[in-house]
């Protein structure tokens, strides 16, 4: 069921990147399609063949979304429910206070020592 599903997104994504290419831009100079009048062979108008490229365009791009919504749904599908704000904390019992350790020797100087003059 996966594979299909994602066979179908990849053909759903090549087909939406083909049908965005061949609408025309609103500058009119970067689309593929829609030049002049018979830009799609007479078969639609100008404005006719822009509202069907749209509609397609929205359709395949609903279709893209659900089959995304489904392949999320299905990867959730096996998944454990459970959460970490769910569980109860480890009980820990305090640490017994430590002996007062000896104090350490003094710390050796940093750098290069110089004599103090006299």
Not at 33 to 56: E, I, Q, V
Request: glycine fraction near 12%; hydrophobic fraction near 50%; include cysteine.
């Amino acid at each position: 069921m996966q594979t299909m599903l994602l066979f179908a997104e990849l053909v759903i994504a090549v087909a939406l990147i083909i049908f965005v290419l061949l609408q025309r831009s609103e500058g009119g100079a970067l689309g593929i399609g829609g030049g002049g009048g018979g830009g799609m062979g007479g078969l639609f108008s100008p404005r006719g063949a822009a509202d069907t490229l749209t509609r397609t365009t929205a359709i395949l791009a609903f279709l893209f979304f659900a089959t995304c919504i489904a392949l999320n749904l299905l990867a959730l599908h096996g998944r454990d429910e459970s959460s970490i704000l769910d569980s109860v904390p480890a009980q820990t019992t305090p640490a017994a206070p430590a002996a007062p350790a000896t104090p350490a020797a003094p710390p050796a100087p940093l750098g290069p020592s110089v004599p103090k003059p006299q």
